[in-house]
């Protein structure tokens, strides 16, 4: 069962309208609009503009809702992720940005190009998709993208964490989300003295990790687009929702393109293969070490998102025991080790 999250504004027509009215002035207006799905944080529209152009109208949470604390300004988080990977990694497709708007009370919005294909999820609903191409591709991006470095680790803004090295930014991480949990009395299989002790444990294999690279960290099925390329077979078309973009360890960014799954077991996943046709990836076990760490971050992270997603385990008791599961089994592996 999926549930509205109080995150994601529900528009109308009208209200697209004069979104994009406020963002052109007296330029294009809207000639035809629908909802698109996928997401589940932000709305998220198609727009048809009266001078022909197609583009997507993605509106951020009220300036009301209750947000996890890495959760703050997104929209403008995403609109320099498009900026930067524009500039720096321009041949991982990202769509144009049109324009960033915001006003006080109502909130903040983005205008961006639409990128031709479907999302990954959504062909995969069709069923018998070879989507291994695309997959090699968005591979060969997320490489693209680690190659811009950082100014500092962790977030690139004032007021979410971030540090001088690895080891301090991800333990900073893991601080805000066992912080957000307990905000939201989220209840996790692990004490969370427990959870940052192991962490400590474990932080001298982040100090491996010298240089903070560009990281998009949400390249699960929805976000990475495809289509047919000229031999018919899916290619990449884009990598989009770059909101939660951070500077890091490039192996973080493979942790979501294999979601539910582990990198170390499937070393011929397409993925792997084409990020190692563009830059070395070494899966020892220092770097498995690593792996463990940041699946165990992101369903931390899944865990202490649901209330603010307006799921609970009494509404969604399957979501919850199974990511309450999959964190035991990496925090205990993580204790093994
Ligand atoms: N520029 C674009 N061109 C084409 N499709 C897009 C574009 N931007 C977003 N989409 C589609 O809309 C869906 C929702 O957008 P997006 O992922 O940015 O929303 P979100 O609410 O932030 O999602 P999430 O819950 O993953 O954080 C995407 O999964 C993608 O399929």
Request: overall charge negative; hydrophobic content about 45%.
């Amino acid at each position: 069962m999926s549930a509205h999250s109080p995150t994601q504004r529900r528009l109308t027509p009208d209200e697209v309208a004069r979104l994009v009215r406020a963002s052109f002035g007296p330029g294009p207006a809207v000639a035809d609009c629908g909802p698109l799905g996928g997401g589940g944080f932000a709305a998220v529209w198609w727009v048809r503009l009266d001078d022909g152009r197609e583009a997507v109208l993605k509106v951020a949470p009220p300036p009301d809702a209750r947000l996890l604390r890495y959760e703050r300004d997104l929209c403008a988080a995403e609109a320099r992720y498009f900026r930067l990977v524009a500039a720096h990694a321009p041949r991982v497709p990202v769509p144009p940005l049109l324009h960033h708007g915001a006003d006080p009370a109502y909130g903040e919005w983005l205008v961006m190009g639409l990128l031709p294909g479907r999302s990954l999820a959504d062909l995969a609903a069709d069923g018998g998709v070879d989507d291994g191409p695309a997959r090699f591709d968005s591979g060969v991006a997320l490489a693209a993208l680690h190659t811009v470095t950082g100014a500092r680790f962790g977030y690139d803004d004032a007021h979410r964490p971030s540090g001088a090295t690895w080891r301090e930014a991800f333990g900073a991480m893991v601080d805000a989300l066992l912080a957000d949990a307990a905000d939201w009395d989220v209840r996790l299989p692990a004490a969370p003295e427990w959870i940052r002790a192991l962490v400590g444990r474990h932080a001298p294999a982040l100090d491996a990790v010298r240089r903070p690279a560009l990281l998009h960290f949400d390249g699960w099925d929805g976000n990475v687009l495809a289509a047919p390329g000229p031999d018919g077979r899916l290619r990449l078309t884009g990598l989009v929702d770059g909101e939660r973009f951070l500077y890091g360890d490039p192996l973080m960014d493979l942790v979501s393109p294999l979601l539910l799954r582990k990198v170390e077991d499937e070393p011929d996943h397409p993925v792997l293969r084409g990020y190692r046709s563009a830059a070395p990836l070494d899966l020892d076990a220092a770097a498995a070490r690593r792996l463990s760490l940041y699946r165990m971050y992101l369903y931390l992270l899944m865990v202490v998102e649901m209330p603010s997603r307006g799921m609970t385990p009494d509404s969604h008791p399957e979501r919850h025991t199974d990511l309450a599961d999959l964190l035991h089994q990496e925090l205990t592996d993580l204790a093994r080790d």
